[in-house]
């Protein structure tokens, strides 16, 4: 009792605060401290990001409105220096939308520059020159051209009228710009110093915080662990009881700790139950063990169960049939002058039979009607009743039934529920035993008949063995046939991996085509500079050969060139033929799908070959079906290039008779319809030679023609039919041949109508990464129809540097620009040019070359550009046909770009569109 009493008086001062208060208040007195230090650094932190954004946000913007001003001023002055050279209207609209949109965004830099008077004096400055340079260079150099003022023009560029305003405004601005970084740094450093401040009162405050925090956390560990340690050495007193379960801890507080002693005696309460249960089912288990009577068995389970629960009646059944459907009652408990219960019963029959069909325990409060508990004294009526199944292996074998005149405390139907868990299995061993010694009595009677059938069996062993025998050549013959059998099989496998074998060889030869057709597109693709180069020569001097030939020349020389130039373009022609393959192999051809009026096709087809059966006296005639759609959706120009390859082999391969074009609507497979609902059939048929029947296949191959003698006699690369076949694949068509030798041919295109390409279950071709350039391409800053500015001489001693590797490239260039009066000097790789432009500035144009040794054409001209300021007009010369290779060539630095072959007219154009402008 004292120490209960010491135990009540250290926990008593904290009975109405909790462990929960204790802790809560500590953390709301942390957290108001570092709700109070978060407001104010949070303050200070967004004043600072406020005045470092806004800081940010008014640099940036001066900064642009400073960049947009330079473009105006610098494309007022381009625009208008391209209107005077070319005299069109359109330059003029960079000039008049930078004129009228430069002064809204000075004043916006005015509006930002507000305090800072020496910034606004810089801008008024640069307000004041650009309104003076379209007062007097602008504006009135636009009109003079207006009024095709040659004299006043060549006037305004001698007197270099407003470059001096242009210089001032950039250099101002410049200044301008350099004045804003610095007020940035000075402004950033200001920011920084206040940065500095707050990081040192944010950790003023932390050290604060930090104290409050030991405080607080020392103060209310103290107050919990006081309480604790109370309870602690009260567990501990129960402990020394040597768990007999009676001591339980007392409740002296109204905190957590009341929680855990109550929780605590309701685990004691339970233990003590539990080992009640316990030991009580051991005492009975131990009393019934090593009996072999079922009888015996029943009559002292049931005794020690009644008195434990303080049963009055009751009554144990067990089945007697191996069916388990009769339960016969084995013994009572304080059995009257009338029997107790019945004599036996079945599953599912009453109360007792239901609990032995569904296994489970039922107990029952309302007893009224149920049989008198007799006494000396008298009869009563029991107050419940309670019925367990007793069961082995998920099978009911024995019911056990009991009745009090008191009540069945839970704590009591556990302990039954625990007893007869474990009577089940004695129970079954038990009737086990007495059905074994059942079974031997009957073992023994069945002896004594086997030892009879045992010499009957003797006798039939004896002819058994007999046929044993025979049975035994038989098999020893049928052993052989296996071996040989099995012998056969090996044969057989190992034929089989010779199989696998061989299988792997073709796939791996299989690979290696594929790879060498790999190959094969790659190297198709790249032949391509390699075959250009030389190219660019042949034509250049054949076209020079033709058209600037002397009077004093032999008309033998002019017919030399022509054939040479004629070459050259049979040359890049095939080329071509090998490029277009190359992009089918490799699948990087795209198609373009788009409408087709074939309304149009037929005339279109008539004005394009027409001259073609003039020259040869052959009949040429195009019939249109009027169920033939107006319009169909594929890619224009592969199906005119199919068209016309297939017309112009009937031409070539047609000497007399007719060439007749048929269009149709074709019958359609279901397999065609599934790609597109809508065809069109175009039917090809001359009079010409004709194909052998086994040629048919053969001509549709790469570099294939039906015979050695038709190239012979009609030339051709056998590239064009090649060609058409893989270009109708991927427009979801087909080409077919019909043919005989002698009587002509007809080649029908069978050609869908696909609004967005081919069905997903289509392989779609990918899109291609080659471009032919053609001589018809003009770059975007050339314009060969611009009228002549200058005078017939303008080329000449004008100074040109040819960048080349090739020397047949530098001869060509060099005898045409020598023509018309230019001097031209020339180096061989882009590290002899940078020597040559470091030492002789004096160059009026480069032509650079762009595939050299040691240094490339892009390398070379970027450090032109970057590295030596070089300003002077660069002319990029590429025999490359790489998709945007003109993008590449202008990012580096080129001032244009023309792809090999040259055309001379372009090539001349260009430079006199450049030379000009940079004599401007």
């Known amino acids: 009792m004292l120490y209960f009493i010491n135990l009540e ?24 401290c570092l709700i109070i230090g978060v407001i104010v650094v949070g303050f200070q932190v967004s004043t600072l990001q406020t005045e470092r954004n806004k800081l940010m946000t008014n640099t940036a ?62 801008l008024d400055s640069v307000k004041t020159h650009i309104t003076r340079w379209i007062e007097t260079a602008g504006e ?12 006043g023009i060549k006037k305004f560029y001698r007197e270099e009228v407003g470059r001096s305003e242009i210089q001032s405004t950039m250099a101002t601005l410049g200044k301008i710009r350099s004045d804003e970084i610095s007020h940035l740094a000075s402004e950033a450093k200001k920011l920084d110093n206040v940065n500095n401040k707050i990081v040192f009162t944010l950790g003023l405050f932390l050290f604060i915080a930090a104290i409050v925090a030991i405080f607080f956390s020392s103060f209310i560990s103290k107050s919990i662990t006081n309480t604790i340690t109370g309870t602690t050495a009260a567990i501990r007193h129960i402990a020394q009881e040597k768990g007999t379960f009676t001591s339980r801890i007392p409740i002296t507080t109204k905190d957590e700790v009341r929680d855990l002693a109550v929780a605590t005696n309701d685990l004691l309460d339970d233990l003590e139950n539990r080992e009640w249960v316990r030991s009580n089912a051991t005492q009975v288990v131990k009393n019934y063990q090593g009996i072999d009577a079922i009888k015996q068995l029943t009559s002292i389970f049931l005794s020690q169960v009644a008195r434990i629960t303080r049963a009055s009646y009751g009554s144990l059944y067990v089945r007697n049939d191996k069916e388990g459907k009769i339960f016969e009652q084995q013994t009572s408990f304080a059995n009257s002058y009338t029997k107790i219960g019945r004599e036996t019963i079945a599953l599912g029959e009453g109360l007792a039979g239901q609990a032995a069909l569904e296994r489970r325990v039922i107990h029952l409060t309302d007893t009224t009607g149920y049989q008198m508990i007799s006494t000396s004294l008298g009869d009563m009526p029991p107050k419940e009743v309670i019925i367990l199944p007793i069961t082995f292996e998920e099978k009911t074998i024995a019911i056990l039934e009991l009745a009090t005149v008191n009540a069945f405390e839970k704590l009591d139907r556990i302990f039954l529920k625990e007893v007869v868990s474990s009577l089940g299995l004695t129970i079954n061993s038990v009737l086990t035993r007495m059905e074994v010694v059942q079974l031997l009595n009957e073992s023994r009677a069945m002896s004594e008949e086997l030892q009879a059938q045992t010499e009957e069996l003797q006798t039939q062993s004896e002819e058994l063995q007999t046929q044993s025998e025979e049975l035994q050549a038989q098999t020893e013959e049928l052993t052989n046939i296996n071996e040989q059998l099995e012998e056969r099989t090996r044969e057989a496998e190992e034929k089989t991996a010779e199989l696998e074998i061989t299988k792997s060889d073709l796939e791996r030869n299989a ?62 022609n095939l080329i071509n033929d090998i490029l277009d393959l190359s992009k089918i192999e490799a699948g990087k051809l795209e198609m373009i799908y788009e409408e087709v009026n074939i309304n149009e096709l037929p005339l279109y087809l008539k004005q394009s070959f027409t001259h073609f059966s003039n020259d040869k006296d052959v009949v040429f005639n195009v019939v249109k079906e009027d169920d033939v759609a107006d319009v169909i959706h594929t890619d224009h120009k592969r199906f005119q290039q199919i068209l016309k390859n297939l017309l112009s082999n009937a031409f070539k391969f047609t000497e007399h008779g007719s060439v007749n074009v048929h269009l149709y609507n074709p019958s359609l497979t279901k397999e065609q319809q599934r790609i597109s609902e809508q065809w069109l059939a175009i039917s090809v048929t001359d009079t010409g030679i004709g194909i052998p029947k086994e040629k048919h296949e053969l001509i549709f191959e790469s570099f294939q023609q039906a015979d050695g003698a038709t190239v012979r006699k009609y030339g051709g690369t056998g590239l064009g039919l090649s060609i058409c076949k893989e270009f109708a694949q991927l427009l979801g068509g087909t080409i077919t041949l019909d043919s005989t030798e002698g009587e002509g041919s007809t080649f029908t295109l069978y050609i869908p109508s696909l609004q967005t390409g081919l069905p997903n279950n289509v392989e779609m071709p990918a899109e291609s990464i080659f471009e032919v350039p053609s001589v018809e391409e003009t770059p975007d800053a050339t314009q060969t129809d611009m009228p002549a500015i200058v005078e017939e001489n303008f080329f000449k001693n004008k100074r040109v540097l040819i960048v080349d590797d090739d020397e047949r ?6 005898k045409t620009l020598q023509q018309h009066g230019m001097i031209v000097d020339s180096v061989r790789n882009g590290r002899e040019c940078l020597n040559f432009i470091e030492k002789d500035r004096h160059v009026d144009v480069i032509l650079m070359d762009i595939m ?11 450090i032109l550009r970057e590295d030596m300021n070089i300003e002077l007009p660069i002319i990029a010369l590429t025999a490359k046909a790489m998709k945007s290779d003109r993008e590449k060539c202008i990012a580096a630095g080129a001032t244009d770009y023309i792809s090999k072959p040259l055309n001379l007219e372009q090539l001349f154009s260009v430079l006199r569109v450049w030379l000009t402008t940079e004599v401007m």
């Open 809 to 814: 490239n530098i001869f060509a260039l060099e």
């Open 511 to 572: 690979e290696e085509l594929i790879q060498s057709s790999k190959y094969k597109s790659e190297f198709l693709a790249n032949m391509s500079h390699e075959l250009r180069t030389p190219l660019n020569s042949i034509l250049i001097l054949s076209e020079m050969l033709a058209e600037n030939a002397k009077a004093e020349n032999q008309e033998e020389d002019e017919e030399f060139a022509r054939v040479i130039n004629s070459s050259g373009k049979d040359l890049l």
């Open 140 to 151: 009135p150099s636009i009109n003079l051209k207006r009024n095709n003022d040659e004299a």
């Open 61 to 122: 913007k001066v900064q642009t409105l400073l960049s947009t001003l330079e473009n105006h001023t610098l494309n007022m002055n381009r625009s208008q220096r391209g209107y005077i050279v070319t005299g069109k209207d359109s330059y003029l609209d960079p000039y008049r939308e930078a004129k009228a949109n430069w002064e809204d965004n000075w004043n916006e830099l005015n509006v930002l520059m507000e305090g800072r008077p020496d910034q606004q004096e810089s």
């Open 9 to 32: 008086r250290k926990v008593g001062n904290n009975v109405n605060f909790k462990i929960r208060s204790k802790i809560t208040s500590g953390y709301i007195a942390l957290i108001l």
């Open 852 to 862: 050299m040794p040691e240094l490339d054409g892009y390398d070379t001209m970027q």
